[in-house]
């Protein structure tokens, strides 16, 4: 029997896990995530702890890490990433000499891209992307079983794709980006904003603008005006990204992760019938919307499974 160790580091917690290759779970672990230096003495604090559950002797044939930040894969470094104080540091080196296994790293997004192909929503699928949809929108490619991760593992940044030019300011800089209009945080401002302008509306009535959260327009979308424009709003712009991504990649299913992926159906049905309306060629190989499965184990999973071929 052989086991895979699988890091996930964020921006509070670092959770770990180890697996069989069928995704078979024998143990979990988290720490609090400290910065710069101290984020490997954490990672290592999990492997150990992680390592002693399934006893001396058995086969661990690696630790996959899943990073937040600009990460370079090939390298084991990670380029930047601001929260952790992390640059241009050396954490696969600096994991192996405290763990003594060999240890792969990519960005959290795509190890949560690579979980869910493996092991979740997208296991029967040879092609597939996940797309987060959290404060921001992020996310994984993986084609034909593999992560695609571009130029010094630097692309597949989906939520910073253009779906209105000169539109609404991202965190990034630019305007009009698929994160500006399809993140959490860009449905709760658009909530705020319907609020606002109806203060005769049900989710005016049930909620300030300072305590509206992402799943109030969708509580109220069958029986109020306003929660109703908003709902359709999202969607328009999240299918907008999703036809894109679907056109330009071809993955059999699309996955939606993150915190708004929990309205489920009232998401999947109505994009799935704007894909099957929009997607180029879609008659002839149609892309399926569904929501991830794996929820906050996806990282893990999937860092581990940088080690599982």
Request: net charge neutral; proline share 2%; aromatic share 8%.
């Amino acid at each position: 029997m052989s086991y895979y160790i699988g890091i996930d580091v964020g921006g509070t917690t670092i959770k770990g896990a180890i697996i069989d290759s069928a995704g078979k779970l024998y143990g979990e672990d988290s720490v609090v995530t400290g910065k710069g230096e101290e984020i490997v003495k954490g990672i290592a604090a999990v492997c150990g702890r992680l390592i002693a559950l399934i006893g001396k002797g058995e086969k661990i044939v690696g630790v996959g890490i899943g990073c937040a930040g600009v990460i370079d894969g090939e390298n084991g470094v990670v380029a930047q990433a601001n929260n952790l104080q992390l640059k241009n540091f050396p954490l696969a080196k600096k994991v192996e000499e405290r763990v003594h296994l060999p240890v792969k790293i990519t960005n959290d997004a795509n190890a949560a891209a690579l979980g869910e192909a493996k092991f979740g929503a997208g296991k029967e699928y040879r092609d597939s992307i996940l797309v987060t949809l959290g404060t921001g929108v992020g996310g994984g490619v993986v084609i034909d079983g593999k992560l695609f991760e571009g130029n010094k593992s630097a692309g597949a940044e989906l939520g910073h794709m253009v779906i209105e030019r000169g539109g609404n300011r991202c965190s990034c800089g630019r305007r009009g980006c698929f994160e500006a209009y399809s993140s959490a945080t860009a449905l709760i401002k658009r909530t705020k904003w319907a609020m606002e302008e109806d203060v005769s509306s049900a989710m005016w009535q049930s909620c300030t603008s300072d305590t509206a959260k992402g799943r109030t327009a969708f509580d109220y979308a069958d029986t109020d005006i306003a929660a109703h424009e908003v709902v359709e709003w999202y969607i328009k712009y999240l299918a907008c990204g999703l036809v894109n991504l679907a056109n330009i990649f071809r993955p059999q299913i699309i996955m939606l992760g993150g915190g708004v992926s929990n309205q489920g159906e009232n998401l999947t049905v109505p994009l799935q019938q704007i894909l099957d309306r929009e997607v180029f060629a879609g008659f002839y190989a149609p892309v399926k919307v569904a929501t991830a499965t794996l929820g906050s184990k996806a990282g893990a999973f999937g860092a581990a499974a940088l080690w599982i071929d």
